[in-house]
């Protein structure tokens, strides 16, 4: 029916612009040609070819895989109030927001496949002809949520779009009860990361009740501040209005959590510090260093000042209300939690050793180059999705075979909300 | 006596990172060109078959054979026999080395259990030399899987100790403690595996898959003892030095991007003889035998000496004991 020509319009969208997208999208693609490089080498030479090590046996791919899960995660986060409020002003933004759930499940599912060993063995996690050691594995718990938040957020916004592309509102009753599940969901991916990490005696840095609590915080920090970023320079490029409602929203979601998430990491610090036991000791090594070895100190530093100052200056009224000052919070909450809930949360947990040795771990070029290039792959993705959504949202695209009168006399179930608080109406022309 | 320096290098340490560490030149610029020769044998590889030789063509065959075989846990004898028959032809097709790879199970009525004594240690590492030789141990990378620790007259402190020390021993005013895989009766490790290709097997002893790990190195994060390994790279055996008497479970070959860890020489104890490490000791401080036989000398230890193990909070109950004369 309209599915040739949806999938036409999609790729006209994604790959006609000016030529600041053209530019955008070809420095994209060399830096994903780079990360292809570095990864075959990887492939070729071994996981050798990276800065790990028996010692810290997971590095900067583990971490941008934590800390993207939360971004995932947290873009559900908008989505709550957008669908199951019926929060209009969220309306706009949501599509947007699942975009980025979208980009960063690539992006995690593609720093797992570079962090193992044996990707060709990759078949072995597939249930039936593999074997799953669900559920006593939290790393199989973890495929499962991860592939199954990936379904969801494609298949979502997929209806949504191909429903509006196709002249027809999207039926709620379809696609509300996935909703609710895609929101249940979006927590479980993140708490599951944190169980991976939390479930470990052997790593007293990590084995913390407090972990998950942390994780969700800390994302539905970075999450809206990402969102916020997006939706401000979707607004600044293109006719997409997003009304400043839906910003004061997003950027009072972003500060709570931001306040949350220091709170979580006070007590953790009073927890580690005020007592010092020898479960302390990793702790120790990222805020102070160990015995002259102190390679995260100044990253966690940073880390904890870029969210403090942020966090104090959104906490301000007008600062916060004020694009010029709310940007910058935003970019500073994203990069200071990318630190520490990264680099700065994956690697003390591994220095020093659980037999006391310590070994630190600087990333190596190769795995700096197959990190860009994931992180180019993700923006790629992102692009793309928000270009082809943002036409069919806007109207100014509709399938070309839909039957003019039928779309001016749709019928809105009794159940929904007066056609007056529709923040999309089908434009036609 | 000090043992082999060649032995003595601490994986971090000789573990090399491409373009950023200590690479030699010739190695550099074989990795630059790197991409050129993949490119050569992708093609090579996609030459038309009747091009191969009759051993490249078998090798190959094999080879898939063994890409797509199951789990070894859930193969049936038949399907064991098969695997190591293709792991024995393919070994001898590719390196020209004729293996003998052993499939003996858990010997009824065997629970392994080893005991260490910390006042005959001399930190001598026999026993990590024994260890390399026997199973093994990629060479280039200087994998250990037991590691000796040297410490200061007193306490037990891992955190103040030295396992890379490099002088005379044993040192004036020092002792030694040596680590391996402690095989815990509920490992922590074998249950984060995604891919269930690390188990206990019956006589207590957690063993890998190495064809079905993937590689995510869960195990290691999940070691409280620090005694799982991962093959950074293609492991490298001189073929001279290759110990031919292998088991599925044990020393056999293993390939870059998988898990390895000690196995309480599963070749040799299964069928009776002590491990290598207990065999190399030369001062006695390395006590092994089956935990169920009440005459065994480490049922002796364990009823005769002060013991203790490490990290007992833990609660997975290592079967590994340390204790003094």
Redesign the interface.
């Known amino acids: 029916m309209h599915l040739k020509p949806f999938v036409l319009t999609a790729l006209d969208s994604a790959t006609s612009g000016g030529r600041r997208y053209h530019v955008w999208m070809g420095g994209l693609t060399l830096i994903m040609l780079v990360g292809a490089?570095a990864y075959?080498?990887q492939l070729?030479?071994?996981?050798?070819?990276?800065?790990?090590?028996?010692?810290v046996?997971?590095g900067l791919y583990i971490s941008n895989f934590t800390f993207l899960v939360g971004l995932a995660a947290a873009a559900m986060m908008l989505v709550l109030p957008a669908y199951i409020l019926k929060d209009v002003d969220f309306g706009r933004a949501v599509l947007m927001a699942e975009a980025v759930a979208v980009a960063a499940l690539v992006m995690c599912l593609a720093f797992?496949v570079v962090?193992?060993?044996?990707?060709?063995?990759?078949w072995?996690?597939m249930p039936g002809i593999?074997?799953?050691?669900w559920p006593?594995?939290?790393?199989?718990w973890d495929?499962l949520v991860l592939n199954g938040y990936l379904a969801l957020n494609l298949a979502i916004p997929f209806y949504i779009l191909y429903s509006r592309f196709s002249g027809r509102q999207p039926d709620k009753r379809k696609y509300i009860p996935w909703m609710y599940i895609a929101v249940m969901w979006a927590v479980s991916i993140h708490l599951v990361t944190a169980f991976?990490?939390a479930?470990?005696?052997?790593?007293p840095f990590w084995n913390t009740a407090l972990l998950g609590p942390r994780f969700l915080a800390s994302a539905f920090t970075a999450g809206p501040a990402f969102v916020i970023l997006l939706l401000w320079f979707i607004r600044r490029e293109t006719e997409y209005k997003i009304s400043e409602g839906a910003f004061a929203k997003l950027a009072l979601i972003t500060t709570v959590a931001a306040q949350i998430n220091l709170v979580m990491l006070g007590s953790e610090l009073f927890y580690k510090f005020y007592s010092p036991t020898?479960h302390g000791?990793n702790a120790r090594y990222l805020f102070f260093g160990l015995d002259g070895h102190n390679a995260l100190v100044p990253w966690i530093w940073t880390a904890i000042a870029l969210s403090t100052v942020a966090t104090i200056a959104l906490m301000i009224h007008p600062v916060r209300r004020n694009p010029r000052w709310l940007i910058p919070a935003c970019a500073a909450l994203f990069v200071g939690i990318w630190i520490e809930k990264g680099i700065g949360l994956v690697v003390p947990?591994?220095v020093?050793?659980?037999?006391?040795?310590i070994?630190e771990y600087?990333p190596?070029?190769?795995e700096l180059g197959v990190t860009a290039g994931i992180w180019a792959l993700g923006m790629f993705v992102l692009t793309v999705l928000v270009r082809v959504a943002l036409p069919i949202e806007l109207g100014d695209v509709r399938s070309p075979y839909i039957d003019e009168r039928r779309v001016t006399t749709i019928v809105r179930p009794r159940s929904s909300r007066p056609p007056r608080a529709d923040v999309r109406p089908v434009r036609t022309r | 006596m000090t043992s082999d320096p060649t032995t003595e290098v601490p994986?971090?340490e000789a573990?090399?990172?491409?373009?950023?560490?200590r690479v030699d030149r010739r190695r550099a610029l074989g990795?630059l060109l790197?991409?050129a020769a993949?490119g050569t044998s992708a093609v090579a590889a996609c030459a038309p078959v009747s091009a191969m030789t009759p051993e490249s063509k078998e090798a190959k065959l094999l080879a898939w054979r063994e890409?797509i075989k199951g789990?070894y846990r859930?193969m049936t004898e038949a399907e064991r026999a098969e695997t190591i028959a293709r792991l024995e032809r393919l070994a001898e097709l590719k390196r020209g080395v004729d293996v003998t790879i052993q499939s003996t199970g858990a010997q009824p009525g065997v629970v392994f259990g080893y005991g260490f004594n910390i006042s005959k240690c001399k930190g001598f590492r026999s026993c990590v030399e024994a260890c390399i030789n026997e199973n093994n141990l990629d060479r280039r990378?200087a994998?250990q899987y037991i590691?000796i620790?040297e410490m200061e007259d007193g306490v037990i402190?891992?955190?103040?100790?030295d396992?890379t020390f490099q002088h005379e021993v044993p040192a004036e005013g020092h002792f030694y403690i040596g680590?391996q895989c402690f095989q815990c009766a509920d490992p922590?490790c074998v249950?984060?595996?995604?891919?269930?290709?690390t188990w206990q097997e019956p006589d207590g002893i957690t063993v890998v898959d190495y064809?079905?790990?993937?590689?995510?190195?869960?195990c290691?994060?999940?070691?409280?003892?620090?005694a799982?390994?991962?093959?950074?790279?293609?492991p490298e055996v001189p073929a001279a030095e290759l110990n031919t008497n292998q088991h599925y479970l044990g020393n056999r070959a293993r390939?870059?991007?998988?898990?390895e860890k000690c196995h309480f020489c599963i070749h040799r104890t299964r069928k009776g003889q002590l491990p290598a490490c207990a065999e190399a000791c030369p001062t006695g401080a390395r006590v092994f035998g089956n935990l169920l036989d009440p005459n065994s000398e480490i049922r002796w230890v364990l009823a005769n000496k002060r013991i203790f193990r490490l990290k007992e909070d833990?609660k997975i109950e290592p079967r590994f004991w340390y204790f003094t004369d």
């Not at chain 1, 070729?44 to 010692?55: A, E, F, I, K, P």
């Not at chain 1, 593999?130 to 050691?133: A, D, K, V």
């Not at chain 2, 249950?191 to 290709?197: D, E, I, N, Q, R």
């Not at chain 2, 064809?211 to 869960?218: A, Q």
Request: one cysteine or more.
């Open positions: 490089y075959s080498l070729r030479y071994g996981l050798g070819v990276t800065g790990m090590n028996d010692h046996s997971w797992v962090d193992i060993g044996n990707p060709l063995g990759g072995h996690l593999g074997f799953l050691n006593r594995s939290l790393l199989a495929v991976l990490l479930g470990l005696p052997a790593r020898h000791i947990g591994f020093p050793s659980p037999l006391g040795e070994v600087t190596s070029l190769v | 994986r971090d573990g090399q990172t491409l373009l950023q560490k990795i790197g991409g993949a890409y789990n859930t990378a994998t590691r620790f402190d891992f955190d103040h100790a396992a680590t922590p249950k984060v595996c995604p891919v269930g290709a064809d079905w790990c993937i590689g995510c190195r869960y290691m994060a999940a070691c409280p003892y620090w799982r390994r991962f093959n950074w790279d293609e390939k870059a991007g998988v898990v833990l």
